[in-house]
């Protein structure tokens, strides 16, 4: 028998039973079967693994979907990870879960010194506006490296990773507006845009995750405006925007005192 636990959070019962039916059917012409335990701390998803070929279920699980570390011990300095913003705290500290449960959670820490640098060329800016500038939010999946780790603290040092950084500079670049959808899957949003005719103001949609999805917006076309349309037949996800002139804007800003 194996426990896993997935690299995926679920906003609501009926996630459970699509990631469960979903296994089973991968896994129906194996000798494995899967099952979801539920949702354990943090809205985490464990599933149990049983049978001759669950080896190969782990493989496939840990490939395609992702599992979290079982503990801090598991952690090295310098991995790249996933996880989702668990908050951005008033102490100016970015929290990031990264699906360690056991014996106790031990989040990732990312300073407001090192968002700045990372995202904002040093510029001294508040953790609430980076939030804003760049769509960072509860429950949106992130990629971080991990700097340091201080078992004996339950303590994870960690700043985004260069594939995070990477993201953020195509979107920046691009001067195209993004909407971020949480809550919901890649079929739900766009049998969505289609029967809102939005797809024609939808360049592509991308997922980060099961439950959470990208649209890059058309040029012209603006993120914010989108959402009463979208949001009348999705009710339970939340919405994020990244504005990459708002961006810009900021940026510039942030240059003028500099200039001579």
Not at 1 to 26: A, D, R
Request: charge should be negative; hydrophobic fraction near 40%.
């Amino acid at each position: 028998m194996t426990i896993l636990t997935l690299l995926t959070k679920t906003y609501n019962k009926g996630h459970i039973k699509q990631i469960e039916t979903s296994l089973q059917t991968t896994f129906e012409d194996l000798d494995a079967q899967v099952k979801v335990l539920g949702n354990s701390v943090n809205r985490w998803v464990k599933v149990e693994i049983t049978g001759e070929d669950e080896g190969v279920a782990k493989s496939y699980i840990t490939k395609q979907i992702g599992i979290c570390p079982n503990s801090i011990d598991e952690v090295l300095a310098g991995a790249e990870l996933k996880g989702y913003i668990q908050k951005i705290d008033t102490s100016e500290t970015l929290t990031v879960d990264i699906g360690i449960l056991e014996p106790k959670i031990v989040y990732a820490h990312i300073p407001l010194a090192t968002l700045q640098v990372q995202l904002l060329g040093g510029k001294e800016t508040s953790l609430k506006k980076i939030a804003e500038l760049f769509a960072l939010s509860a429950d949106l999946p992130v990629s971080i490296k991990v700097n340091d780790t201080h078992v004996g603290k339950n303590v994870i040092e960690a700043e985004f990773s260069a594939t995070q950084i990477k993201m953020f500079k195509n979107w920046q670049d691009s001067l195209l507006d993004r909407l971020v959808i949480l809550g919901a899957t890649d079929e739900e949003v766009n049998l969505t845009l289609e029967r809102t005719r939005l797809n024609r103001d939808v360049i592509s949609t991308e997922a980060l995750g099961l439950f959470e999805q990208v649209l890059t917006c058309k040029l012209g076309t603006d993120a914010t405006g989108l959402i009463p349309r979208i949001g009348r037949y999705m009710r339970n996800a939340r919405f994020l925007v990244f504005n990459p002139k708002k961006l810009g804007l900021q940026l510039l800003i942030n240059d003028e005192p500099n200039r001579t």
